[in-house]
Structures are given as C-alpha cells and as structure tokens.
C-alpha cells in the first residue's frame, strides 16, 4: 500500500501505514500557520480489504465542531465524489473504507484544482461578453485573475464576486463555476437580461497559491486574506491589495465573497449589519436578497448563520464588512456546508460540488430580481 499527497491541493502525513486496520495519517498545517483541516491524499492498494485510516491530530484542527457528523469525500475518477463512513471520537478522523478500485482519493470536500481554475477562465474569455483581466501576481507567482462580464455603462450598477479566500472552501469556486456558465450562457434569458442591467467582476479564486498548496485558511505567507481587507500590503496580502484596488477603480454596488463552513450544516450569509454606516436602506437590501433567495431555493435558509455583530462593532478587516463600509453597498459573505443541507440531507453525496454549482445558478436568478434596487 503507498499513501501520497504530491499533487495539486495535496496534505497529508503518513505517520505509520504498517497496518491497514490501523492506518495513522495527521494533518499538515497551512505554511506558517497554526491553522489546519483541509486534507487530500491518494491510497493506492491493490488488496482490496477494509482499511481503517486514522487522522491523529484532528481534535486540534481549526474547527473541532467540524468533525461533528462529517463525513468525509472519496472518488476513484477524481470526478465523482461520494461519502465514506467517517467517525470522530475528539481527537481521531477515523475514515473506515473498503476500496473496490486500486488506487482511491479522499479528501476533507470535492477538490477545485488549479487546471480546473485556468479552464475555468479561459474557456470564459471565450465568450464576447468577457474579458479575463490580471491584476497581478501572487508570493508564488501565480495570477491574480478576475474576469469582467458585460460592459460598463454609466448608471449601470457594478456587481462583484469574489471567492475561496479561504483556499480549503473549495465549494466556494465550485459556486462560481456554476454562476459564470450561466452568466455568459447566451440562450439563458435571464442571464441576458442581468447582463443587460449590470456589470460583473468576478474573482473565482482569491487565493490560489493557498488552493495549490493544500492550506485551509491562509495564503503562501500564512496570512488569512480574510483579515486582511483594512490594510492588505504586497508584502503579506497580495491578492487582497489587488482587488481592493480593482474595487476602488470600478465602484461596487453589491459584493458577495463566497465561503465554506465547517461546521454549521446548513447555507446561510452573514450581513453587515455591524458596520457604521448601516441604515435601513442597506437593511432593506438584504432583506430583499435573502427573501428572494428563499423563494427561489430550499437550499438557502435565513434561520441559522453567525451571531449577528452589534451596531458599529463589525470587524472590518473581515471582505464584505469592508466593501459595504467602502461603498456603502449590500455585501453578503455567503456560506455552504462542508458537512450536508441538514434540510435536504443527501446521503450519497452531502453536500457536493454540484449542489454549490446550482447554487451559483440561483444566486443569479435572486441578483437578477434585485438589480434595480441597487443604486
Ligand atoms: C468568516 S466571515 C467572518 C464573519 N463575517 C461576518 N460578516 N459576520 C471568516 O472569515 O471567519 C468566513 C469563513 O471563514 O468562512
Ligand atoms: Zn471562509
């Protein structure tokens, strides 16, 4: 038996694979950084007997509730990812599965790899509404890409997306492949009109040195871009200090940043109503998205998230905290399950990459019933 994680997003430790039934793996931490939970390694055995894997150190991973009721992902294709039984006693990831192929992938959720990313822009820019733009480079020299959909027009509202700060939040760029092939999909009427009616930036990977890397949380300096939105630096937080930038030249009107929740199993978004300049409009906004979001799909619901922040004590270092101060604009971080919608529990899959992909689908669908209101 060989277990490897020398790939794209790979992060695993063998501490000893001398038995199958007793299987010790532990967690690599993200670079310089205590954090850690993302985990993606390769079991090539041709014995296919029950083999019991045993993640040593996840009682001391970054979100312990976590592993409560989570299951973790396999797929022999790399394609099709399905739930394997998976158990935590507080401190041990115990992953309990027979193979029926030589060689299986398990992984923490449905891995984005960086490929994928590039395919992903590029086959965009195939489309004449959108422009792949670079606005940089990385601390690993990859770009910093944001593709424009539509054309800017005065008046016209200026809609960003931005994704997978969080590099292990891998359904976050799942989300945004399934928003972008519907925006730029010509026969879909409402993609169409919305196009007609605004201007997008969309940034599908914020974070891609931490993706290839196999981090949860951080870039390839250990920093989490997610703090970083009040004073990024080249330095420290490229990516961040790039679409910052990007945002103060277009303007924004609304902002989504998509994000994965280890623990809450359930999609939710978390507002802005901590910042200063909150006010019943910006209220009225988010009412609006979230209500029409829950008419659109029963996978969205309004009753479980984060603790709603106090009136002026919003942190913004936090993305869409600092983008709805800066532009006093509707800006939502939007959360999906690494476990399950407990509301329409699927227990072949979970959660999957295809439920964030239709998500990103009716997130188009709720924008476009919004889009008036914005200005
Ligand atoms: C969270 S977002 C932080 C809380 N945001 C709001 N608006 N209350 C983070 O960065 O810790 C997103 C995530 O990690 O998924
Ligand atoms: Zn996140």
Not at 3 to 25: C, E, P, R, Y
Not at 182 to 194: I, Q
Not at 228 to 247: A, F, G
Request: net charge negative; hydrophobic share 35%; with cysteine.
């Amino acid at each position: 038996m060989h277990i490897s994680s020398q790939f794209d997003s790979g992060n695993i430790d063998v501490i000893d694979a001398s038995n199958t039934q007793d299987i010790k793996l532990a967690i690599k931490k993200d670079n310089n950084s205590d954090f850690y939970q993302w985990f993606h390694f390769n079991v090539h055995n041709n014995e296919h007997t029950e083999h019991v894997f045993h993640i040593t150190n996840a009682g001391q991973a970054a979100y312990v509730e976590g592993w409560q009721n989570y299951q973790a992902v396999a797929s022999y294709d790399r394609e099709h990812w399905f739930r394997v039984p998976t158990s935590f006693d507080g401190q041990n990831l115990t992953i309990t599965f027979t193979p029926e192929c030589d060689s299986t992938y398990f992984a923490y959720f449905a891995p984005y790899s960086y490929e994928r990313h590039l395919s992903l822009l590029h086959n965009a820019q195939l489309s004449e509404s959108c422009q792949l733009q670079v606005l940089g480079q990385t601390l690993d020299g990859r770009d910093i890409s944001v593709l424009k959909v539509g054309e800017e027009v005065e008046g016209k509202p200026v809609i960003w997306l931005t994704a997978r700060q969080h590099p292990g939040e891998t359904m976050a760029e799942w989300f945004m492949e399934g928003f972008i092939d519907r925006l730029l999909d010509v026969d879909d009427g409402t993609a169409v009109s919305l196009l007609n009616s605004a201007v997008f930036y969309l940034v599908p990977n914020m974070n891609p040195d931490g993706s290839v890397r196999g981090h949860l949380r951080t870039n390839a300096a250990g920093v989490n871009l997610n703090r970083e939105w009040e004073n990024p630096t080249m330095e420290q937080s490229p990516e961040v200090y790039l679409v910052r930038e990007k945002m103060l030249s277009t303007g924004v009107d609304m902002h989504l940043d998509i994000h994965g929740d280890e623990a809450l199993p359930f999609n939710f978004v978390a507002g802005c109503e901590g910042i200063p300049s909150y006010d019943k409009r910006l209220e009225a906004l988010e009412n609006a998205f979230k209500n029409i979001l829950l008419a659109i799909t029963p996978e969205f619901q309004d009753d479980k998230g984060y603790d709603k922040d106090a009136p002026g004590q919003a942190n913004l270092t936090v993305g869409s905290n600092w983008v709805g101060e800066q532009f006093n604009c509707l800006a939502y971080t939007l959360e999906m399950p690494f476990k399950d919608n407990l509301l329409l529990p699927d227990v072949d899959v979970g959660w999957s990459d295809n439920r964030s992909r239709n998500l990103g689908r009716d997130v188009l669908t709720a924008i476009y019933h919004l889009v008036d209101d914005l200005r």
